[in-house]
């Protein structure tokens, strides 16, 4: 039976073995999930304190495009991961995907100061193209 997965954690692999070389058509998100050199497991113990911080409500969006097999979705959603926390480290309040006033836009961050906005951010990778 398999297990449903509840998106509590960004790597469904808990226990990597796999050591050595990224296979030439090995993602990502694959090679991260199944590798056990110490490197990879820094990287992914930092990956999964960033993300325990990232709202609840938006995990499963996050992490079905961290590991999706397209590398334009899985570096966008490592890209939103990465502003997100850098965000919380300079002392921004974070609203994810927030309705704004008069828009039917929904960016993927509102900074917050005091409670106020001060900030729309709509994390963008130059040169990628995307599914909108």
Known sequence: ?????????????????????????????????????VPVVAARTLLEGWYGRYPVAHRE??????????????????????????????????EVHSAIAGSDARPDFLLLRDGQPVAVVEARLAGVETDE
Do not use: C, V
């Open 61 to 94: 969006d996050l992490a079905r495009r961290f590991r999706n097999k397209n590398p334009n979705q899985h570096s966008g959603a490592f890209w939103e991961l990465y502003l997100h926390e850098l965000f919380l480290r300079i002392g921004y309040g974070i």
């Open 1 to 37: 039976m398999k297990r449903e997965d509840t998106f509590t954690t960004l790597f469904t692999n808990p226990q990597p073995t796999r050591l050595g070389f990224r296979g030439h058509a090995e993602t990502d998100f694959d090679y991260m999930n199944s590798h056990a050199d």
